[in-house]
Every structure is written in C-alpha cells, then in structure tokens.
C-alpha cells in the first residue's frame, strides 16, 4: 500500500474552511483517503463514539428513550412479549450449555464409579429436553410475534414520515441541506438493533456469572476468553470504516474498461450497429484490459485489511487459545482438578463468552448510526419551510367572482438551487385582470414556466412584489391559494391509482374524461376505469420450464401500454374535473398538449376556453396561433424580461419580437401546406 501526505484548502461561499491534512493510502484500483490524527490517538486505541461530554451522552440516552417509548406506546402488550422474549433468547444459551454439562457430568461419573445412577441421568435428560422444547419455542414465539410488531411499527412512522415529507415546499424539499426521510426497513431494524445490545447484554451477564460459578479458575477463564474479542476488534490496528473516510477509483484503465463496457448493454445498441462501431469497442476494450494488468479489484474493505504481515492474525488467533493453555497448565500441576467433561463445558462456555463480547465490541458503532438515524427521524417534524404561510382566507370580499386578478411589480427571481448567475426572472411588470384570458409566448428558457411557478406561488420572488385581488401573494393562505388554482402541464404525472382515481369523482369521471379527450383512451384498456398504468411491482418468481406460471408472472402487475399524448389526455381530464368543483379561480395550461398532435391539441384548447367562467386563464404554449385571437393579453418573454405585452393586433403593429415568432410559426404552416 503506497502512503502520501499532502494538504487540503477548501472555500464555501468565501469562507475559509480549517485547514486539515489527510493519508492517501493506493488500495489496488482504489484511493482511500484518511484524516491524518495526533501521535496520542494512535497510542490509545478510541472507540468511534464522539460524544463531547455529559450532556451529549444525556441528550442521546433521551433520543434513544422517546424513540423506544414512541415504539412501546404503540402496543404496550405485544411489546413486552417481544422484549421478555427476546431476553429469554439471552440466556438460552446458557441453560443449553448448563443442562448439557449436567448430562455429561452425570455420565462421566457413573463410568469413573462403575455404577450409573440412572435417576440422576434420567433428570439430566429431562432437563435437556426442556431446554430443548423452550429453545425452540422461544425461537418459534420470536417469529411469530416479531412481523406482527415490525408490521405496527412500520405502519406509524410511515404514516409520520409521509405526512412530514407532504407538507414540505418545493423550495424545502429540493434544498439539500434538508433532512432526508429514513426508510422505515431502517427504523425496524434500529429498534431490533436496540433491543438486540439489551439482549446481548443480558447474555454476557449470564455468560459470566456461569463461567465465574465454576470450581476451576472461572474468574481467570473469563478474563483470558476476553482477550481475543478485544484484540479482534482493532486493538493491534485502527479500522479506518468507523471514522472519516473517502474512497474511490482512480486507476483510468479500470474506469475505461467500465466505460467501454456499457456500449454493450441495450441502451447504446442502435447507435453502435447503425455506427458500425463493435470492432472498435472491442478492440479499445481488449487494449484497455491489457493497460490494466494485474492489479487488483477487489472491494477496498477487503483489499485494507489484508495485512503486510501474519503477525497480527497470529496474535489473535492464539489469544483465542489462551483459556486452552490455561486449563493445559492447570492440568499439568493440579490434575485432580480437571475433567475431561469440566474442560468441554469450559470451552464451550469460552467461545460462547468471547463471540458475545465480539458482537458488542462490534456494535459499538452501531450505536452511533442508530443514534444518527433517529435524530434525522425526529428532526424531519423540525423543518421550516421555506414559503411562509399567510393568514389571509381565499376568496374574500376582495375577490372577484371573474376569477383572480394578478399583479406583478417590478419580480425577480432565481431558483434557489440553481446554478446560473442570472436571474430566471428579471424585473417584469404586467397586470391580469380578472377573468382574462393570457397568453405567454416565448423562446425555451426564456422564464415561461417559471413566472406560473411564481403565480401559483409555488416559489416566493427573490425582489419585487406579487399581489392577488390587490393584496399581497403572501398574506394568503397556501391551502386556500392552491385550492383555487388548476395547473395543467406537460410535466404532470399520472398518480399510481385506478384511471378513475386518477380523475376523482366516479359519478363525473366520464364527463371530465370526454371533455381532456381520454374517453377513447379509457375505452381501449381491457380494465377501463380500473386499469393502474404503472402498478405497483410486488410479484416476482422462476417459472422457467412451466408455461402457466411463466405466463402468470408475465401478465402479473404489468405495465398498460399508452403514448405520451394518451397520458396527456388522462391528466387533463384530471384538471377538468377540477374545474366542476366550482372552487377555481385561476386555471393555467403550460406546455400541456407537447405530445399531442394539432388537432387533439386545439380540441383541448377549446375546451379548456369552454369550461366556464369565473376563471383568470393563461396558456403557455409554442403552438399559439390559434389562441391568440382570443387573447385579452399576451406576454411575449424573452431571457427572463416581459419585453412586450398587449394584443395580438397591437403586438403585430409593433413588428417586434412576438410579431418575429408569429410569422416565423406562420411561415412554417405556409411551408408544409405547399
């Protein structure tokens, strides 16, 4: 393993960050990165706990405890069961070994006497028999009771995490500094974990109070069967895993090899046939193997803890034959003490002894992980959204019954994640007045898009100021605002429901569904209304060589097969049946028919026009020719900047830039009609 040393300066956001020195360490085809520590901490072997003191200490044991308790509280009954259960397990080891070193005892002394007692065998046998029975009932009684209570668990906490993640914005949720939910697989096995250290505890202390019970030095055989778990768990060697580290490949043949691997999966096979290309990756790949040599791939956790030398596994592995040695030496000065029958028990109990203390030598960074997902879990509740909510109700006696009225003062804005200098929106000024009818015109990335976001206020404006009715977005509601609102785009998605849960109301899904133009897509699917698009995938299995169970597994969940624009349809007779609520007061259309041809879309259109009243409506589309006739205001947009605004007539007089991309659209259908 080559070692090197070199420094490291980081800057975030202008400051400085501390200064740190690191060990890179050339692991094969890997590089591992290690922070460089103080002589003092590589003379004393640390644990990876990192608790500063009392109050961290404390404070965990308090996390630890709501967390148990939130999990008891949940079936205060089942829970002791398990528990009760679970510490019977920590000792059935030791009644196992007890009960059979009692057999051989009795055995060993009827055939040193020459006269077996048989009651006392007999009694030995019985005890070894209801060792046997309560082993195996514990065991049984475990796995019958553990899914009730993993069911009860996970059920809670997916129910407060799916709650916690709903109601975060989408400023919040794409920050990524925000806590991310844990899976709930993990919570269960956190509990598990805990309960398993209680557990594992309890059995060391029966391990021990045994071992030190018996008449031959069983004090010294505890200390020495401690030796081995000790040295094991990296007294002669750090482990790196339970600290800072950072791995990865830095061999380029290796990552070539990787690279050119992949043109032979599905996704690159039209481009290397059409290309002619196969030979060439072959030959690349075969070049590439070659520069690549011997050296090793295997994982960096098995490649850091081969060892330069034997000398350590040496160590260890004879450590584990120290209470072997102890019991040769007692033999040969004092050897009416020993029995072949005591000397077995001994060594069971001594490798019994030594794997418990392995085990939670081991889990000490457990402790740790356990302790970091569980104040993640209850960290979730503690974030702030980033929109603040208003206090205002809508509609009011403010609001009109035409629909919303906007205004926007002097906005801009810029996505919080985002990664551009300039702002999305930059300093724009207009009016929709109520029950108008808008349209937004505008090159890609020219800001569309994002102003609906704005409307909708599903962001907040970095500057300037949005009103609604005359007053401020941000007096309002959120759940009133968007209660009111429909959003129709082409990045809508279908929910993994029924069609008709995807529409609602079953009594005027058929209405909705005719009106966004999916009644002939619905009618084709052999489920109809109940047909789920994209099912849920739970079935799995190998039915190769029997037909039925192939076809079975094949047709299970499976996928309907419907285009772009058929899921455009479905998802606008969604808003449609919003609409029939009679609760919207603003509806927007943004890029909702991209995978529709002309027809379907200036059908949707028209309907969309035809709804009713009592709504502000604004159309964001490339296809416009047909809408803006009926236009009370375009917005012509351009590199984030509403550089024109009017009617279509006023706008064409001007010969500006809505004028340029009207006839430019116009020429286009001149083209294709010759």
Not at 253 to 267: I, T
């Amino acid at each position: 393993m080559e070692k090197s040393k070199a420094p490291q300066e980081d800057k975030l956001e202008g400051d400085k960050l501390e200064d740190y020195s690191y060990t890179t360490v050339q692991l094969g085809i890997w590089r591992l990165l290690l922070p460089i520590e103080s002589a003092a901490s590589r003379l004393v072997p640390k644990f990876s706990l990192s608790w500063s003191g009392w109050e961290e200490i404390k404070s965990t044991l308090l996390l630890l405890w709501r967390f148990t308790r939130e999990i008891y509280m949940l079936n205060p009954t089942l829970n002791l069961i398990f528990f009760v259960l679970k510490l019977g397990a920590g000792i059935e080891g030791t009644l196992m070994l007890y009960a059979s070193g009692l057999l051989l005892r009795t055995v060993e002394t009827g055939l040193i006497s020459g006269h077996p007692d048989s009651n006392a065998i007999m009694r030995a046998v019985a005890l070894r028999v209801i060792c046997g029975v309560f082993s195996s009932t514990l065991q049984w009684s475990i796995h019958h009771v553990s899914p009730i209570l993993q069911r009860q668990v996970t059920m809670h906490f997916e129910d407060y995490m799916m709650k916690e993640r709903l109601r975060l914005d989408l400023p919040t949720s794409a920050d990524k500094t925000t806590v991310s939910a844990p899976h709930v697989f993990y919570i269960w096995r956190n509990f598990q974990f805990l309960v398993g250290v209680f557990e594992r505890m309890f059995r060391l202390i029966a391990q021990i109070t045994f071992t030190i019970q018996q008449p031959s030095g069983g004090i010294t055989l505890t200390l020495l069967s401690l030796v081995s778990p000790i040295l094991s768990t990296g007294f002669l060697r750090k482990n790196p895993w339970k600290g800072s580290f950072v791995y990865y490949v830095s061999n380029l043949d290796y990552l070539r090899v990787g690279a050119l691997n992949m043109f032979a999966s599905e996704e690159y096979r039209e481009e290397i046939i059409a290309g002619h290309l196969g030979s060439w990756v072959v030959r690349e790949y075969e070049r590439a193997r070659k520069a690549l040599g011997k050296i090793s791939d295997a994982n960096p956790y098995s490649l850091y803890a081969t060892q330069a030398t034997p000398i350590p596994n040496i160590v260890t592995n004879l450590s584990g034959d120290l209470p072997t040695f102890y019991w040769a030496a007692s033999a040969l000065f004092d050897p009416r003490a020993f029995s072949i029958t005591s000397f077995a028990i001994l060594q069971q109990h001594a490798q019994a002894l030594r794997f418990t203390v392995s085990i939670l030598f081991s889990e000490v960074s457990g402790i740790q992980d356990c302790v970091t997902m569980t104040r993640d879990l209850y960290k979730m509740a503690e974030v702030k959204n980033k929109i603040v909510d208003g206090d205002r109700p809508y509609p009011n006696s403010t609001s009109s019954d035409k629909g919303m009225e906007f205004e926007l003062r002097n906005v801009s804005f810029t996505y919080p994640s985002g990664t551009s200098k300039e702002n999305t929106i930059r300093n724009l000024s207009c009016k929709i007045s109520a029950g108008h009818l808008v349209v937004i015109v505008g090159p890609n990335g020219s800001g569309k898009s994002s102003l609906i976001k704005l409307l909708n206020r599903l962001y907040d404006v970095d500057s300037g100021e949005i009103l609604v009715d005359g007053i401020p977005i941000t007096e309002y509601r959120l759940a009133d605002l968007h209660r009111a609102q429909a959003l129709l785009t082409q990045d809508h998605k279908l929910y993994p429901l029924t069609l008709a849960e995807n529409i609602n109301d079953m009594e005027m899904v058929e209405k909705a569904a005719e009106a966004g133009g999916a009644d002939q897509v619905i009618s084709k699917l052999k489920d109809g209304f109940d047909t789920k698009l994209d099912p849920i995938q739970t079935a799995y299995g190998s039915a190769k060589g029997h037909k039925k169970l192939e076809s079975i597994l094949e047709n299970l969940e499976k996928k309907a097969d419907v285009s772009g624009g058929e899921k455009q349809r479905i998802v606008a007779a969604r808003t449609f049946m919003r609409f029939s609520s009679g609760n919207i007061r603003f509806a927007v259309a943004d890029e909702p028919s991209s995978a529709l041809d002309p027809k379907a879309e200036h059908k949707l259109f028209q309907r969309l026009r035809e709804s009713g009243g009592g709504k502000t409506m604004i159309f964001v589309t490339h296809r416009f020719g047909h809408l803006t006739k009926y236009a009370n205001l375009i917005i012509c947009m351009k590199d984030g900047e509403a550089v024109e605004t009017g009617t279509h007539q006023e706008l064409m007089a001007r010969g500006g830039e809505y004028s340029e991309l009207y006839n430019v659209q116009a020429q286009a259908f001149a083209d294709s009609a010759l």
